[in-house]
């Protein structure tokens, strides 16, 4: 998989005084391109949309970037090589190193030993102390901000940092950082320091020793309230770890470690567990992540384009390798202001074989927008219903029209909306789970979980919802107790529910169902590989994904398979593979993520129909309708949506989006300028 995509009709070919080669990627700011020097380095280049480059006050602020940017020299961090924010286009140059993100090398290739975690975050302790010692905090630092090459890693993007003695780049009210990474202080009195990075690097450190998050997954609402309320989950971190990164993710930002000590220390450990503390090979990192950074390092560069008449110098046309163009690099970090959506039309195809032209993404036609209240955030589409939660606020918005239908403020300064089903809607804070009529808000019971924020599910005036080991039925109107069932093992917040049947998956290879009037369980199947997305139900089948990339069909009756299915070769090697997505079921056919690869097969007998793959790991199934696939992949330079013909798979247009947005019923919600757009999702 090459790291650029090819240039488009309509894409610059000269910026500044660097030739543009290819397209690294695209996010709400502008599109993100490779470019070359007339003296052969290669740089990352991000040219901002002109819609955003009018605006007065966006261009200020894009200045005040950039000169803050300038001030972080570090030798893990990108450094800032030109830039004309002033200019037309306004763009932004900065270093280009041909890596992988520790994302995508966490996800692909699992857990690290402890002896290259210990040398990671040695360098991230230093690459911070280089930024704050430019007086700015980072705000956003997560895996994805984190590009690795064989000469240690690079933090990117500081275009959502705050200088330290500056007023904020942010609108008011806008909470920026990542889910599972952001800092507690951040999300209850949006305020951030050095030791708001600590705590993330404390959280990046968890993810790369274990594969997890301290703070789990779902909802990235539900993410947030554990990282304020609740401990971490420091479940198989090595020991020599476990000291300094339970001090990193502390909730008083007082007594978190100093960025100066961390990096003594986390040097000192990564020392006495066998590192050099050299960066000078690529032998600090697992091997699988070292061959994949020297195939990316050593990918012939595109050919340089043809000169055309405006161009002010020429190129030739050799394929250059990177190694040749320049090696050591620092990191492709590119500055990106704030968490803002656009809409951005063109994209590559797939990188599967097929030659995809790709089209412009349709005229969009506006259905209403809804002013947000300060700190108020989309949270879910549920029936018709668009859910907003705040710090203390829950509001319920009708998706047609975009009329509030009712707003109600909690008893606490942070709460979460949590689900809604079956006329039911649900919110929590650190201590109750709260039950509402979806149509009034009206309040019909609460029941005390301790902040473990459960997804409560709802079908046929009941209520079920799990922790730990334990199934729960409750009456809907009321909230009294039906039954309580108690299995042997944790399970899993994946689980689907029918008017009869709960299905339920563990941290194994196990898939049960079991009575929704009972709790007692009709059958268990066995996938063979541990069971790594939600159930889906329709047509007398449960479909689900395994983390070796297989797509199960099982008899909802019996229980027995009726079929699995992946394709053959490459796709997925069940040593790499980064587990299943949720599928979603459409007339007759079953699409399914796995791996970064968007596939479909035939429902009935599980044939293989297509596969297509966008360049990204992470990537996320939204959408069926109207004959397009539509899925978000959450790439280095922000969040893509693709839409694909569903009987083809052909590639058909994408979009840069910002860091809050969804799509439900052939609709598309985001959040920008302090509102909240709805937008047809097809044209």
């Known amino acids: 998989m090459g790291a650029f995509a090819p240039l488009q009709a309509g894409d610059p070919r000269q910026v ?35 819609v955003l480059a009018d605006d007065p006050g966006f261009r200020q602020r894009f200045v005040r970037e950039v000169e803050a940017a300038r001030k972080v020299t570090g030798v893990f961090t990108a450094a800032v090589v030109d830039a004309e924010p002033e200019g037309r286009p306004a763009w932004l140059a900065t270093t280009y190193v041909p890596g992988v993100s520790l994302e995508s090398a966490v996800s692909g290739y699992g857990a690290w030993p402890a002896r290259s975690v210990m040398a990671l975050g040695a360098a991230l302790a230093e690459a911070l102390d280089a930024v704050h010692g430019a007086d700015l905090v980072h705000r956003d630092l997560k895996p994805s901000n984190v590009l690795l090459a064989a000469d240690g890693p690079r933090v990117i993007d500081f275009g959502i940092s705050l200088a330290a003695e500056a007023t904020k780049l942010t609108e008011s009210g806008v909470v920026i950082g990542t889910p599972g990474f952001i800092s507690p202080e951040q999300l209850v009195h949006d305020t951030a320091s050095a030791a708001s990075d600590v705590f993330a690097l404390g959280a990046i450190l968890v993810y790369t020793a274990t594969g997890s998050t301290p703070f789990g997954s779902g909802h990235g609402h539900a993410l947030n309230y554990r990282v304020a309320h609740l401990d971490p989950d420091l479940t198989g971190l090595p020991p020599e770890l476990s000291d300094v990164v339970e001090r990193c993710l502390d909730k008083d930002p007082a007594r978190r470690p100093t960025v100066p000590h961390l990096v003594e220390e986390l040097a000192r450990v990564s020392e006495a567990e066998g590192a050099d503390g050299l960066f000078t090979e ?133 709460i979460t909306v949590l689900g809604a089903s079956d006329g039911m809607a649900y919110y929590g804070d650190k201590e109750y789970v709260y039950a509402l009529k979806a149509d009034s808000g009206s309040e019909l019971w609460k029941i005390k979980d301790g902040g473990a924020h459960p997804t409560p599910r709802g079908v046929g005036g009941k209520t079920y919802l799990s922790h730990a080991a334990s199934l729960y039925a409750l009456e809907s109107a009321t909230g009294q107790s039906i039954w309580t069932k108690k299995f042997d093992a944790s399970l899993r917040d994946a689980w689907t529910i029918t008017e009869k049947v709960v299905y339920l998956t563990r941290h194994d290879d196990t898939l049960r169902a079991v009575s929704t009037g009972t709790g007692d369980t009709s059958w268990e199947f066995k996938a063979g590989s541990e069971i790594t997305s939600s159930p889906v139900v329709a047509g007398g089948s449960v479909y689900f994904g395994s983390k070796d990339g297989t797509l199960h069909a099982v008899d909802t009756a019996t229980g027995r398979e009726t079929w699995r299915a992946r394709f053959d070769g490459e796709l997925w090697d069940p040593a790499v593979a980064g587990g299943a997505g949720d599928p979603i079921v459409a007339d007759g056919v079953v699409y399914f993520e796995n791996d970064g690869y968007v596939c479909a097969f035939t429902a ?19 959408s069926v309708a109207g004959g397009i696939v539509q899925f978000v992949d959450n790439g280095r330079y922000g969040r893509t949506v693709h839409s694909l013909d569903a009987d083809s798979g052909a590639f058909l247009w994408d979009e840069g989006l910002g860091v809050n947005a ?13 509102r909240l757009h709805a937008v047809s999702a097809t044209g």
Do not use: H
Request: aromatic share 6%; no cysteine; charged share 25%.
């Open 282 to 414: 690529a032998d600090w990192l697992p091997g699988p992540v070292a061959a994949e950074i020297i195939r990316v390092r050593d990918e012939p560069l595109p050919p340089l384009p043809p000169p055309s008449d405006s161009d002010s110098d020429s190129g030739g046309g050799s394929r250059a390798t990177r190694r040749r163009i320049l090696t050591g690099l620092a990191g492709a970090g590119l500055v990106t202001l704030v968490a803002m959506t656009a809409l951005l039309s063109g994209g590559p195809p797939g990188d599967d074989g097929r030659d995809d032209a790709p089209r412009r993404a349709p005229a969009r036609r506006e259905l209403w927008s809804y002013a947000l209240g300060e700190g108020t955030t989309l949270s879910m589409v549920v029936d018709g219903v668009v859910y907003l939660d705040g710090k203390d606020t829950v509001q319920a918005l009708a998706a047609g029209s975009g009329k509030e239908l009712w707003n109600r403020r909690g008893p606490s300064d942070f």
């Open 16 to 50: 500044g005084r660097y030739r543009i080669v290819g397209r690294l990627g695209r996010g709400g700011m502008g599109v993100v391109y490779l470019g070359l020097s007339s003296s052969g380095r290669a740089v990352a280049v991000k040219v901002v949309r002109a």
């Open 604 to 622: 009935d007998t599980g044939r293989p129909l297509w596969r297509y793959k966008p360049g990204k790991k992470d990537v996320e199934l939204l």
């Open 662 to 674: 969804t799509v439900a019923g052939g609709t598309l919600y985001f959040e920008d300028a302090g």
